[in-house]
């Protein structure tokens, strides 16, 4: 038996995997796999932080009206309410999760 929840995942170009990690009571912890051009399309969550950990790569992280290249690791923080969404602009695979606490 492992405690390492991590899942791999493998996708192709422009696709993006996920595998839900952790769900409790109060948070969920999703993995994502973006292939090369892949994009986690801009969405919020009103009543619920979101914290993306960026594992492996680099990803373009999207939030509100602005745009950075974050490379692995990394952390960024995404205030309730706020649009965010990911984006791969690499020719690799890029790896993160997003921790989102409470559960809506």
């Avoid at 952790?22 to 986690?40: N, Y």
């Avoid at 969550?45 to 602005?66: A, K, P, R, W």
């Amino acid at each position: 038996m492992t405690l390492d929840r991590l899942e791999t995942l493998d996708p192709d170009p422009e696709e993006v995997l996920t595998a839900e990690l952790v769900v409790s009571d109060d948070v969920l912890v999703k993995a994502f796999a973006l292939g090369p051009g892949a994009e986690l399309h801009p969405h919020e969550h009103g009543d619920s932080t979101n914290v993306f950990h960026v594992l492996d790569g680099e990803v373009t992280v999207i939030q509100g009206d602005d745009e950075e290249a974050i490379e692995a690791p990394g952390v960024v923080h995404h205030d309730r309410g706020v649009a965010h969404g990911a984006r791969n602009d690499t020719d690799e695979v890029v790896v993160f999760t997003a921790s989102l606490c409470p559960m809506p």
